[in-house]
């Protein structure tokens, strides 16, 4: 599958962005997908899947743990939004393949990973003021982005998946961010999760892995 990954700028500014996330519940992977006009942040379409959690927690392996249950979320939207902004990491990932990038060249759309923490790299901390960012460096490559969605919050770690660069991806994330640390996409499917994992009776302690 690396091979297959390309970023490259955007072929054109995307009409619809769409927001992917997942959990554990019960023996159970919930996955929510939503869809959003772009630029104004209308929220289109929302849906929610779950499958039987098949796939052990191996690190840096997320993709195959995720990434059926969030399939089969997007299968079950009328609208495939022109790019994804997913919970997790793009390139930024050992092998070079986190689920955003799995689920892009998969679905060939664009996709960034949004994550909360970092899984490699180094960087510098970049100012307190909401836009600023400073590379994700990882084996002398530029590999994402340390982004400032808002002041005086923690940033967050941006990586291109497939088909847009690292500029491009911060600056749709940060178009995405209005009154909170992160983009509406994310941050709706994020919530969607967790109501849907309330509808299990024997909740799992297991909540998902950050940043893989």
């Known amino acids: 599958m690396a091979g297959r990954v390309r970023l490259t700028t955007l072929a054109c500014t995307p009409s619809t962005i769409g927001g992917v996330d997942a959990a554990y519940a019960n023996g159970q992977t919930v996955a929510a997908a939503v869809v959003y006009d772009y630029p104004a942040l209308t929220l289109r379409e929302e849906v929610v899947a779950a499958l039987p959690t098949t796939f052990p927690y191996v690190p840096g392996y997320l993709s195959f743990r995720e990434g059926p249950a969030i399939l089969a979320a997007i299968n079950k939207l009328t609208t495939l939004p022109d790019l994804f902004i997913v919970d997790g990491q793009g390139i930024a990932h050992p092998r070079g393949i986190g689920i955003a990038t799995f689920l892009?060249?998969?679905?060939?759309?664009?996709?960034?990973?949004?994550?909360?923490?970092?899984?490699?790299?180094?960087?510098?901390?970049?100012?307190?003021?909401?836009?600023?960012?400073?590379p994700l460096i990882y084996r002398e490559r530029t590999v994402g982005a340390i982004l400032r969605t808002r002041q005086g919050v923690k940033p967050l770690f941006i990586s291109p998946g497939h088909l847009v660069t690292v500029d491009e991806a911060v600056v749709i994330?940060?178009?995405?961010?209005?009154?909170?640390?992160?983009?509406?996409?994310?941050?709706?499917?994020?919530?969607?999760?967790?109501?849907?994992?309330?509808?299990?009776?024997?909740?799992?302690?297991?909540?998902?892995?950050?940043?893989?």
């Open 104 to 134: 892009g060249v998969l679905l060939g759309r664009p996709t960034i990973g949004s994550a909360k923490s970092r899984l490699v790299g180094t960087y510098d901390e970049p100012p307190d003021l909401r836009g600023s960012w400073t």
């Open 173 to 212: 994330v940060l178009d995405c961010c209005t009154r909170y640390r992160l983009p509406e996409p994310q941050r709706e499917a994020d919530h969607l999760v967790g109501v849907k994992k309330r509808e299990f009776p024997l909740l799992d302690e297991l909540t998902a892995p950050q940043g893989l």
